[in-house]
C-alpha cells in the first residue's frame, strides 16, 4: 500500500488535468435524457485499487473540481453546465478469492472517500464449497461475474457509463496475445475506447435496454390496468434503447506515465502480488518477458501500438463505409411485432464515390453492412464475420465465384430467413427513379425454430406468492424484463395460482385464440387491418387470420411469443400474442404483460440524415 519508492523512467510524464479532460471529453457524449434534466449524471469508476484504477478515480475527482475554472471547462467539448452535474460513483470488486482481499478493499474504499468519491465494495458470491480460483477457467469465470457484478450495481444507481483504468500498456499486451494466438485484421484493433459493457447479454436495464424507461414520462406509462384489457392496442413495440456504456479513457497514457502522476499527486495504491506472477495468466507472463527481456524491435511496445493504430485506421473507415450503406438501404415494412423487415440492398457500385476501395476490401465492406443489416432481425448475440461469407453472392452477385449457387430465393443465415419479395408500389416507383438499389427485394424474418419442443424457446412464470387479494400487488411484476428468443423484452404479471409460460405460437394455439378473441377484440383486428392496409375485410376469414397474413404470413407466426396457461394434466391454453397486443377475453383476471423490442442501432442514420432522405417508403414500426 501506499507510494512506493520507485524510479520513474525519463520519458514518463504526469498526466496533466487538462490532457486527461480531453481524453474524457473525446470518447463521452450525454445521452439525450441527461439534456432533458437537471439533476445529477452519475458516472461509475470499477477501482481495483491498483495504480491505473487510482490514477483514473484522482484524475476524475481533479478534473470535476476543474469545473468552477471557466477558461478550462469550456476549453472542453462538454458543456459546463453539465460538467458541474457529473458525480462520480466508484465501485471496488472483491472476488473474495485472495487472503486478505477484503481488507484491502476497505483500504481503497477509505483511500478513494478521502478523494470525496462516494464508493461501495462489491462482493462476488461464488458456490457454496467452491475453489473458483483452481478452476482452469477462472480467468473468464472472474471477467463475466464482475461485469454482472458492476453492471447491476451501476444499473441501481442510475449509472449509464462505467470508466475502466486500461492504459497504453495494457493495450500493447493484448494486441501481442492476440497475435500470438493467430488473429489477423480487426483481431488486432486491441482494446476499444468505448462499447457496449461485455459479459451481461440478457440483463435488462444494464446490456442495450433499459433506456425506455428514462424517456417515458411516469404519466404516459402504461398503468397495470391497461394490461387486462381485452381489446387488442396493435400497437408495434417500441425498439429498447440505452444500456451501460464502458469507457477507457487512459489509452493513451502509459503505466509509468500513471505512476508519475499518483506519486506527484501523493495517491496511494495497493500491489496485488498475485499480477506479478507470470505463472498465473498469460497477461502475467506477458508483462513480465517486457519487464525482464529485450523484444526485437518489432514486438517492442510502441511497435505494437503502431500496428494496432494502423489497423484500427483501416477497420474504422471500413465500418463508416458500412455504415453510409446502411443508411442508404432501402428498409421498409421493419415490423417489430413480428419481427420482419424488408430489405433493398443498396448496389455495390455505391462504393465509388469518393472512395478507391479494392476488391477483397469491398467484400469485407459488403460483409459488415450485411451483418448489420441481420441484427435487425437476428436472434443470435454474436454474428460472426465468418459465418456470412458464403452469403454475401448470393445477396450481392459481383462476389459469386463460378461454384457458387445462385439460384436459391430462399435460405437462412445468423437465424434469419431470407425470402425474394415483390416490391410494392410506393417503393418500385422509388426504385424507378433511382439505380442505386439492388432490383431484387428479400423480406427477413426469424428462422423457424427447430421441431423439437425442448429445443424452442421458453420461459416459466410461477404464480403469484402472496395469500391475499393479488390486487393489494397489482402494480408488481411477477416475471421482471427478459429476453425472449434474443429479439423480445417481456415481463409479465401472473397475479393467479397457476402456471404461466412464454414460447412460440403454435398451429394447435390457432383455433382456440379464434374463438377465445371477443367482439371488441375483432372489430379492433378489423379497424386496424381496414387502416394499415387498405383492405376489405373477407368473410372467409376471421380477422385474427386476417391480422396473421398480413403480420406474420406463412411460418412466420409460428415464431410470435405466445404467453400460454399451464393446466392441470401438462397442457396448455393459449391466453394472447403478446407482440401482436393480442389477448383471449377469458382467464384474464390478475394476467399482464408488456413488450418491447430489442435495441436496434439507426443512430449512424440520423446522425448523417442518410436513411430517412434516402426514401419515402421507408416504414420503421416500432422505432
Not at 268 to 281: A, G
Not at 358 to 365: K, L, V
Not at 617 to 622: F, K, N, Q, R, V
Request: net charge positive.
Amino acid at each position: 500500500m501506499g507510494v512506493p519508492a520507485r524510479t520513474i523512467p525519463s520519458n514518463a510524464h504526469v498526466v496533466s488535468i487538462a490532457a486527461f479532460g480531453e481524453a474524457f471529453s473525446r470518447i463521452w457524449r450525454p445521452r439525450a435524457h441527461h439534456f432533458r434534466g437537471v439533476g445529477p449524471i452519475n458516472i461509475g469508476l470499477a477501482i481495483s485499487g491498483g495504480v491505473d484504477s487510482m490514477a483514473l478515480a484522482a484524475l476524475c475527482s481533479q478534473w470535476l473540481k476543474s469545473s468552477t475554472d471557466a477558461s478550462e471547462a469550456t476549453s472542453l467539448s462538454i458543456s459546463r453546465e453539465l460538467h458541474s452535474r457529473l458525480r462520480l460513483h466508484a465501485f471496488v470488486v472483491d472476488h473474495g478469492v485472495r487472503y486478505g482481499s477484503a481488507v484491502e478493499a476497505q483500504s481503497v474504499t477509505k483511500a478513494l472517500t478521502d478523494m470525496g468519491i462516494s464508493t461501495k465494495v462489491l462482493t462476488i458470491q461464488w458456490p457454496k464449497n467452491s475453489n473458483p480460483a483452481s478452476q482452469a477457467n477462472f480467468e473468464s469465470l472472474a471477467r463475466t461475474s464482475r461485469f454482472q457484478i458492476l453492471g447491476k450495481a451501476c444499473k441501481s444507481l442510475d449509472i449509464d457509463s462505467l470508466f475502466l483504468a486500461h492504459h497504453r500498456d495494457d493495450q500493447a499486451e493484448t494486441v501481442l496475445m492476440r497475435l500470438i494466438d493467430g488473429h489477423r485484421g480487426s483481431g488486432l484493433t486491441g482494446i476499444e475506447e468505448h462499447s457496449s459493457i461485455p459479459e451481461c447479454y440478457g440483463m435488462h436495464g444494464v446490456h442495450e435496454s433499459g433506456g425506455l424507461d428514462n424517456s417515458i414520462p411516469t404519466e404516459e406509462k402504461p398503468g397495470p390496468g391497461k394490461m387486462i384489457k381485452n381489446v387488442p392496442t396493435l400497437a408495434p413495440p417500441r425498439c429498447e434503447t440505452g444500456g451501460i456504456m464502458i469507457f477507457r479513457p487512459l489509452l493513451s497514457f502509459s503505466k509509468d506515465d500513471l505512476i508519475a502522476t499518483c506519486q506527484l499527486m501523493q495517491v496511494p495504491w495497493f500491489e496485488d502480488h498475485t499480477n506479478s506472477d507470470p505463472t498465473i495468466t498469460r497477461r502475467n507472463a506477458v508483462r513480465y518477458m517486457y519487464k525482464n527481456h529485450v523484444f526485437p524491435a518489432a514486438l517492442s511496445k510502441e511497435s505494437i501500438i503502431s500496428l494496432s493504430l494502423a489497423v484500427r485506421t483501416k477497420v474504422e473507415l471500413r465500418k463508416r463505409i458500412a455504415d453510409e450503406l446502411f443508411c442508404k438501404t432501402r428498409i421498409w415494412d421493419f415490423d417489430t411485432k413480428a419481427g420482419t423487415v424488408c430489405i433493398n440492398f443498396p448496389a455495390m457500385s455505391e462504393l465509388t464515390p469518393g472512395h478507391n476501395i479494392s476488391s477483397p476490401e469491398q467484400r469485407n465492406i459488403a460483409t459488415l453492412l450485411l451483418r448489420r443489416i441481420l441484427s435487425l432481425v437476428s436472434p443470435e448475440e454474436h454474428i460472426p464475420l465468418s459465418s456470412l461469407h458464403g452469403t454475401l453472392p448470393r445477396i450481392f452477385p459481383r462476389f459469386c465465384s463460378v461454384t457458387t449457387p445462385l439460384t436459391q430465393s430462399t435460405f437462412t443465415v445468423a437465424g434469419v430467413k431470407f425470402q425474394k419479395k415483390s416490391v410494392p408500389p410506393k417503393a418500385e416507383n422509388c426504385a424507378r427513379d433511382c439505380n442505386s438499389h439492388q432490383k431484387e427485394a428479400w423480406k427477413l424474418s426469424r428462422q423457424p425454430h427447430h421441431s423439437k419442443i425442448s429445443l424452442q424457446p421458453s420461459i416459466s412464470i410461477p404464480p403469484h406468492p402472496y395469500t391475499e387479494d393479488f390486487r393489494e400487488h397489482q402494480d408488481q411484476w411477477t416475471l421482471p424484463w427478459t429476453l425472449y428468443d434474443g429479439r423480445f423484452w417481456i415481463r409479465v404479471k401472473n397475479h393467479t395460482s397457476f402456471h404461466l409460460s412464454i414460447r412460440p405460437f403454435r398451429q394447435a394455439d390457432l383455433a382456440p385464440l379464434k374463438t377465445s378473441l371477443s367482439t371488441g377484440a375483432n372489430n379492433a383486428i378489423e379497424m386496424f387491418l381496414e387502416k394499415k392496409y387498405e383492405k376489405e375485410m373477407s368473410k372467409k376469414q376471421t380477422p385474427l387470420q386476417q391480422l396473421l397474413s398480413e403480420v406474420a404470413p406463412g411460418d412466420v407466426r409460428w415464431t410470435l411469443p405466445a404467453i400460454v396457461r399451464v393446466v392441470d394434466g401438462g397442457g396448455e391454453k393459449i391466453l394472447g400474442l403478446p407482440s401482436l397486443g393480442i389477448m383471449g377475453h377469458g382467464d384474464l383476471e390478475g394476467i399482464g404483460w408488456e413488450v418491447r423490442y430489442k435495441k436496434i442501432n439507426w443512430e449512424s442514420c440520423r446522425v448523417s440524415g442518410g436513411m430517412g432522405q434516402d426514401t419515402q417508403a421507408i416504414s420503421l414500426e416500432g422505432t
